[in-house]
């Protein structure tokens, strides 16, 4: 009876590839586990503190208008800088959980999917 010469060579080659196979579902043990949650940033404390808005005493007198009005535009002007730190910072916060949700997303998705 004659055997196939093919058959050795498809057995040997059916080898390694099973064995990939079988590699790849214990990738997840020696993988470490994907970040859950995503970086936090620290607000700046100059964001968080109020802004102070100057008062005009009762009866103020033409020189106290000006003054106040001179005195609350510049505070007006340093709260809206404030204001504008605690919204960069919480733009950053969303683009990084952003960067992450994408990150884990790309790690959940089998290695046989590229898009």
């Known amino acids: 009876m004659r055997m196939n010469p093919w058959r050795p060579i498809t057995r040997l080659a ?4 099973t064995l990939s196979f079988a590699a790849c579902g214990h990738l997840s043990a020696i993988r470490p586990p994907p970040a859950t949650t995503a970086p936090q940033i620290q607000t700046p404390a100059q964001a968080k503190e109020p802004c102070p808005l100057y008062r ?6 033409k020189a106290e208008l000006d003054a106040g009005y001179e005195i609350r535009g510049g505070q007006i002007l340093t709260c809206d800088g404030r204001r504008q730190l605690a919204v960069d910072t919480h ?4 683009e990084l959980e952003a960067k992450a949700a994408a990150l884990a997303e790309r790690r959940r998705r089998p290695w046989w999917k590229l898009w």
């Open 14 to 17: 059916w080898l390694p590839l």
């Open 56 to 61: 005009l005493p009762p009866n103020p007198t």
């Open 91 to 94: 733009e950053q916060e969303h």
